[in-house]
């Protein structure tokens, strides 16, 4: 998907929005987000990943090897989607799950040097992402939006994140 493109419009170049749809904060926050995500996961197919999975990776780079339990704790995934996404990555080569030094029943997950190299061309593309969607805005309004978002963001408990975000479309 082409990350300039914008919702579809009408013949007469009005977007294709509902009537009522711009005073709705949930259509406001979920159209851009959906979209968005769309042109990650597009984005990110031909490496072999999919959005939730750059959570995992720069966690790990960040925060060093952890636990599965501790990891899917942190990105709000639950036990079974984070096996599942575990064992993807490392099939790759991305992590290594080790035996955890003091629990015999759990993994420690480490991020590989193919894992880190992944996380940068993802970052890459990210930012290229977030260049072009952001367009429509001035730089001063990025960063008042961005600065919102992150104020929305770290007021609310975030909830587990869907097993659907998880799927390869």
């Not at 991305?94 to 970052?123: N, W």
């Not at 593309?125 to 367009?135: K, M, P, S």
């Amino acid at each position: 998907m082409n990350p300039k493109k914008r919702m579809s419009s009408d013949k007469d170049g009005t977007p294709d929005v509902p009537a009522g749809a711009l005073e709705i904060m949930g259509f406001l926050l979920n159209r851009p987000a959906f979209h968005l995500h769309d042109i990650t996961r597009n984005a990110l197919r031909p490496l072999g990943l999919i959005p939730p999975d750059l959570g995992i990776l720069s966690n790990l780079d960040s925060s060093g090897p952890q636990s599965q339990r501790v990891l899917g704790d942190r990105l709000k995934i639950d036990r079974t989607t984070m096996v599942g996404r575990i064992d993807e990555l490392e099939k790759h080569g991305l992590v290594k799950r080790e035996s955890h030094p003091k629990d015999r029943r759990a993994y420690f997950i480490t991020l590989c040097p193919a894992g880190k190299k992944a996380l940068a061309q993802s970052m890459r593309l990210i930012r290229e992402i977030d260049e072009h969607f952001l367009v429509p805005l001035t730089k001063a309004e990025q960063e008042i939006l961005k600065k919102l978002l992150t104020k929305l963001v770290l007021s609310i408990a975030t909830a587990k994140i869907p097993r659907e975000a998880f799927k390869k479309k």
